[in-house]
């Protein structure tokens, strides 16, 4: 089975931190995708990643900012924490770009900026 | 990645069978249909996916008219258990992007 390990599924850190989300992919896949999910909102793709040190905008990049230096672990870098960034982030992976490749999800990370 | 339209949320009874349908108008000739489904606190997961016509899975069905504008997930016999989030995407998946919506909410009572 496909493992998405998030570093951790509950974090609260404060205004100005750098917070780092840590994703990692057992599977060899060359995708790698970060969300963000809120009330009403539903998944907002923050930034992708389809090969290392490959890296594309999602809908929604403002504040963050990623690094894939190696295949299987795709972070997402908060680098100055604010309150509107609290939400749940989720990572994902896919073998590859194509109508079979089904997305894996870990089972996100709940942050919270205080 | 063709804009999908579906309804924000369903309800249903244990024991019915839910169709949920997902109007995509200017699918795309190579596009195909996915489904995912996202239980709470848990990330989406893969449920289904279709070009034409019908495919079924051991969990739910996929019917696609025709003209392939819309799509309709179809749940036999819910459950408590299938209460959850369920997302139409359209594309070829030619692309690195994959962009999820706002999805269904569906919410299955005794």
């Known amino acids: 089975d496909v493992k998405v390990t998030q570093s951790s599924r509950y974090l609260v850190k404060r205004t100005g931190e750098k917070v780092f989300l840590e994703c990692v992919q057992d599977m060899d896949h060359e995708n790698m995708f970060w969300y963000r999910q809120d009330p009403g909102l539903g998944l907002r793709l923050i930034y992708f990643?389809?090969?290392?040190?490959?890296?594309e905008k999602g809908d929604i990049p403002e504040g963050y900012s990623v690094s894939r230096e190696k295949k299987e672990r795709f972070s997402l870098i908060l680098e100055s924490a604010s309150t509107n960034q609290t939400s749940m982030y989720l990572c994902?992976?896919?073998?590859?770009?194509?109508?079979?490749?089904?997305?894996?999800f870990g089972q996100g990370t709940r942050l919270t900026v205080v | 990645l063709a804009k999908t339209t579906q309804p924000i949320s369903m309800d249903s009874y244990e024991g019915q069978e839910v169709n949920i349908t997902c109007s995509h108008n200017n699918i795309a000739t190579n596009d195909y249909i996915t489904w995912y489904q996202q239980f709470p606190s848990q990330g989406p997961r893969f449920i289904i996916q279709?070009?034409?016509t019908k495919v079924t899975n051991e969990v739910a069905s996929l019917f696609i008219p025709a003209d392939r504008k819309s799509s309709t997930l179809s749940l036999p016999r819910v459950s408590l258990s299938d209460t959850a989030v369920y997302y139409c995407l359209v594309g070829t998946g030619g692309g690195n992007k994959l962009t999820f919506g706002t999805g269904t909410q569906l919410k299955v009572e005794l």
């Open positions: 994902a992976s896919r073998q590859r770009a194509g109508v079979n490749t089904e997305a894996f």
């Open positions: 990643s389809y090969d290392v040190k490959m890296k």
């Open positions: 279709g070009y034409k």
